[in-house]
């Protein structure tokens, strides 16, 4: 089939402004907007510039807006977006050339969170007990690949990049929740903040987002609960 | 070097997130719109009382006409069902696994008791 891909650009040494170009291409529609990328960089222009690296779902380098919503360009198959698709940066982050972005202000928003194992008791001699039942409550969040597909469809990170957005919450959420972990008061005090979880509107973009799957407003509604009863339970 | 991070209205707007995105807009603008509608409200109240001032009727005028009456009673009405069942999520966010069942819930709620209340403002308009 034949595809009309309309993509971002913007190169800083060279435009004032962004622009949009748009490239003819012969796809399958089974393939991924990434393979059309690929095309675009190697058929028409080598200058075209975005991340990737497996190209399979896990890295979660190539986060993009695809026809208005955020996706992994390497999930996104063309048969889901038809002949027109329009492949923009994700919102929020400064755009550093065409389809990269500055991810630090995410990962500063990451590493506030403590997103490491806390516990200041001597290691036993074999593993930390945990039960099958304390696994599984913080199963979903183990998910996040940090891909930002989640933050960067959020309006309150819009608005502010000091909002710790999903992803930060999803990870905190992941450890508060964890049987082994003592850091939960403190991740807790981080979330009670004022661009901690009460910045959170359920506008569920976040949940839509996510190429996981994660069932994230629902993370931050249980640490939500968690602030409002001072309770893991 | 590069674009400053600012993400415009139009740009936001843009954003395809299906019901529950529209739901957040709606609930933003109709949020807004009741704290004009009580603004105006009071203003009309103080100039009409304070001061006699036609200023006063003028605004009354405005708010009690039909369309205005449909805009407010959508606002109202919408933010107050679309607040509970955010409410309701907040509390129990088990739930929120069922967000798009609830999202259908809450119109199935809002269309008939607002299309019930279009009819009776419409009909007393065009009674006179």
């Known amino acids: 089939m034949q595809v009309t891909i309309k993509v971002f650009r913007y190169n800083p040494e060279k435009d004032k402004k962004p622009h949009y170009e748009t490239y003819q291409l012969e796809a399958d529609p089974t393939d991924r907007v990434l393979d059309l990328l690929e095309k675009v960089k190697g058929y028409k222009d080598g200058t075209l510039s975005f991340r990737r690296s497996c190209a399979h779902g896990v890295c979660g380098s190539d986060a993009m807006r695809i026809n208005g919503s955020n996706k992994l360009a390497c999930k996104a198959l063309v048969h889901d977006f038809g002949a027109k698709i329009t492949v923009e940066p994700i919102l929020g982050l400064r755009v550093i050339k065409d389809l990269i972005v500055d991810m630090e202000p995410f990962f500063d928003n990451f590493r506030k969170v403590l997103p490491y194992f806390i516990n200041d008791d001597p290691a036993p001699e074999k593993e930390r007990y945990q039960s099958q039942e304390d696994r599984e409550r913080f199963d979903d969040t183990t998910k996040c690949i940090l891909c930002a597909a989640c933050t960067t469809s959020c309006p309150s990170f819009w608005a502010s990049d000091e909002y710790l957005g999903p992803s930060a919450i999803v990870n905190a959420h992941r450890f508060i929740f964890d049987s082994r972990d003592q850091g939960a008061a403190q991740r807790l005090k981080i979330m009670n903040e004022i661009m901690g979880v009460s910045r959170c509107h359920t506008v569920f973009n976040c949940t839509l987002a996510c190429p996981r799957e994660i069932q994230i407003t629902k993370a931050i509604g249980e640490v939500k609960k968690a602030l409002m009863t001072g309770s893991l339970e | ?128």
Not at chain 2, 65 to 86: D, K, M
Not at chain 2, 94 to 114: H, R
């Open chain 2, 1 to 128: 070097m590069g674009l400053k991070r600012n993400v415009s209205l139009k740009d936001g707007l843009r954003y395809q997130g299906k019901g529950p995105m529209l739901t957040y807009i709606l609930h933003r603008i109709s949020g807004l719109s009741i704290v004009l509608f009580v603004a105006l409200h009071i203003l009309a109240a103080f100039l009409s009382q304070q001061y006699s001032s036609s200023a006063g009727t003028f605004i009354n005028d405005i708010y009690e006409s039909w369309i205005f009456q449909i805009y407010i009673i959508f606002c109202g009405l919408f933010h107050a069902i679309n607040g509970l069942r955010i409410v309701i999520l907040d509390l129990w966010p088990k739930l929120i696994e069922y967000q798009n069942e609830a999202i259908w819930i809450e119109w199935l709620v809002f269309l008939p008791i607002y299309g019930m209340a279009v009819f009776v403002i419409i009909r007393t308009a065009l009674a006179g």
